[in-house]
C-alpha cells in the first residue's frame, strides 16, 4: 500500500519584521559568532496570547478543506508545537476541540521540537500501514513570542531574532496522493541532550529592557557554545550521511535526488550540510529553502517550504526529495518522498 500526503498546507499571521528590528541585540552577539551571523531578511511573528493555538486551528481547516475532507473523515491527530501559551497539553487537543472531532478520536502529542513532522509523518505511515487507521492528521505550530506563555523564547538571546511564527498541517493517507513516502532514516545525536533544549532560566541577557517583559520559565536555548562547538565537528556530514542513508533505504542514489527541503536553523549551521553535500557530489542547486523569507519556523519549515514550492510549481511530477531535520536532544530523521502530481 502507498502512503503519502494527500494535503500539505501552510498558515501565516502576524507582522513582518525585518532584520533591522532586532538591531538591539547587536551588542550581546557573543564574539565567536560575530563573524558568521547573520538574520534572515524577514520573518514572521505573532504577538498574540493564543497565537499557537490560532494558527493550529487554521492551518487545520485550510488542510480539510483544501483535501475537501471533514472532521468525521480524520481518524487519528498527530501534533506539535514549538512555543506557545502551554507547554502541556500541546496544540492537537485545541484542532480536536475547535474543529469538532469525534470524542473517540485519538490526539498524540509528539515532542521532537523541529524534527516533529518528519517524525509523525513516520508514525503515521506505520499506523496505517498497520491496518487501524486511514486517515492522520498532522499539525505542526511554531509561535515564539506568546506573553506569559510557557515555552517562549528567550528574547535577549540574539539567536532568538531567526525564529519565526508558522504553521503547516498535512493529511497522511494512501488516497488522493500528492507525494508517496519511500524511506525514513534516523540518527539521534544524544551527546547534546544538555546542549540545546528549554528550561527554566532567567533571561540570557538581562540587561536589556526587553528582560523586563520574559517571565523565568520555560525558556528555549538556541544553542550553548558547547552546541556551536559540536556543531562544527559534525556539520558537514550532517546532511550527507543523513540524504544517503535514506536514499540506501529507498534503493535510490544520489543521482536519483531532484531536491533537499530541509530544516533551516540559522544559514551558519545549515550552508556546512550544503558544502558537505556538494563535496559528495550532490549539487547545491537542489538544496531549496526561505531562510530569506521566514527564518526558522521550526517544526512547520517542512511543510511550509513543501506547500510553498507545491503552490509556486517548484515541485515537479515523478521528483525524488529529501525531507531532513534535527531537533531538540539531537534527534536528525530524514525522509523519502517522490511527489506525483
Given at each position: ?13 502576524g507582522t513582518?519584521m ?10 550581546v552577539?557573543?564574539e ?23 494558527l493550529a486551528?487554521r492551518?487545520a ?5 483544501r ?11 498527530i ?14 487537543s485545541?484542532v480536536?476541540?475547535?474543529l ?5 478520536t485519538?490526539?498524540?502529542?509528539l515532542?521532537?521540537?523541529c ?7 513516520e508514525?503515521a505511515w ?15 505550530v511554531?509561535?515564539w ?11 535577549t ?16 493517507s494512501s488516497r488522493n496522493?500528492k507525494?508517496?513516502?519511500l524511506?525514513y532514516y534516523?540518527?539521534?545525536f ?10 527554566l532560566?532567567?533571561p540570557?541577557?538581562p ?11 520555560s525558556?528555549y ?5 558547547a552546541?556551536?562547538e559540536?556543531?562544527?565537528r559534525?556539520?558537514?556530514?550532517f546532511?550527507?550521511?543523513?540524504v544517503?542513508?535514506?536514499l540506501?533505504?529507498?534503493n ?20 556546512p550540510?550544503?558544502d558537505g553535500?556538494a563535496k559528495a557530489?550532490l ?6 529553502h526561505?531562510?530569506h523569507k ?11 517550504n513543501l506547500?510553498?514550492?507545491?503552490e ?5 511530477k ?8 534535527i531537533?531538540?536532544?539531537g ?7 517522490k511527489?506525483?502530481?
Amino acid at each position: 500500500m502507498k502512503v503519502g500526503l494527500e494535503m500539505v498546507v501552510s498558515e501565516f499571521a502576524g507582522t513582518v519584521m525585518k532584520d533591522t528590528d532586532y538591531s538591539h541585540l547587536d551588542a550581546v552577539i557573543p564574539e565567536s559568532l560575530r563573524a558568521t551571523f547573520k538574520l534572515p531578511k524577514e520573518s514572521i511573528r505573532f504577538k498574540d496570547n493564543d497565537a499557537a493555538e490560532i494558527l493550529a486551528e487554521r492551518v487545520a481547516r485550510k488542510a480539510l478543506e483544501r483535501a475537501e475532507l471533514e472532521p468525521a473523515d480524520i481518524d487519528y491527530i498527530i501534533a506539535n508545537n514549538c512555543g506557545g501559551k502551554y507547554c502541556v497539553p500541546m496544540v492537537g487537543s485545541y484542532v480536536h476541540w475547535k474543529l469538532g472531532f469525534a470524542v473517540e478520536t485519538p490526539v498524540l502529542h509528539l515532542s521532537q521540537a523541529c524534527a516533529s513532522f518528519v517524525d509523525a509523518c513516520e508514525v503515521a505511515w506505520n499506523l496505517l500501514l498497520a491496518g487501524k487507521y486511514k486517515r492522520i492528521l498532522v499539525v505542526v505550530v511554531s509561535a515564539w513570542e506568546t506573553k506569559g506563555g510557557q515555552a517562549r523564547a528567550d528574547l535577549t538571546d540574539p539567536m532568538s531574532a531567526a525564529m519565526g511564527d508558522g504553521a503547516g498541517a498535512a493529511i497522511v493517507s494512501s488516497r488522493n496522493l500528492k507525494c508517496e513516502f519511500l524511506s525514513y532514516y534516523n540518527r539521534t545525536f544524544s551527546e547534546v541532550y544538555d546542549l540545546c533544549g528549554a528550561k527554566l532560566r532567567p533571561p540570557t541577557n538581562p540587561q536589556l529592557k526587553q528582560a523586563a517583559d520574559q517571565p523565568p520559565v520555560s525558556n528555549y536555548m538556541y544553542g550553548t557554545q558547547a552546541f556551536f562547538e559540536w556543531w562544527q565537528r559534525i556539520g558537514e556530514r550532517f546532511g550527507i550521511d543523513g540524504v544517503s542513508g535514506a536514499l540506501k533505504k529507498a534503493n535510490l542514489t544520489l543521482s536519483d535526488l531532484d531536491m533537499v527541503v530541509f530544516h533551516q536553523p540559522a544559514d551558519m549551521l545549515y550552508e556546512p550540510w550544503i558544502d558537505g553535500a556538494a563535496k559528495a557530489g550532490l549539487s547545491k542547486d537542489k538544496w531549496k529553502h526561505t531562510w530569506h523569507k521566514y527564518g526558522n519556523v521550526a517544526n512547520a519549515v517542512v511543510p511550509v517550504n513543501l506547500a510553498e514550492f507545491w503552490e509556486e510549481g517548484g515541485l515537479k511530477k515523478d521528483s525524488i526529495i529529501a525531507l531532513i531535520t534535527i531537533g531538540a536532544g539531537g534527534h536528525a530523521p530524514t525522509m523519502i518522498i517522490k511527489w506525483l502530481v
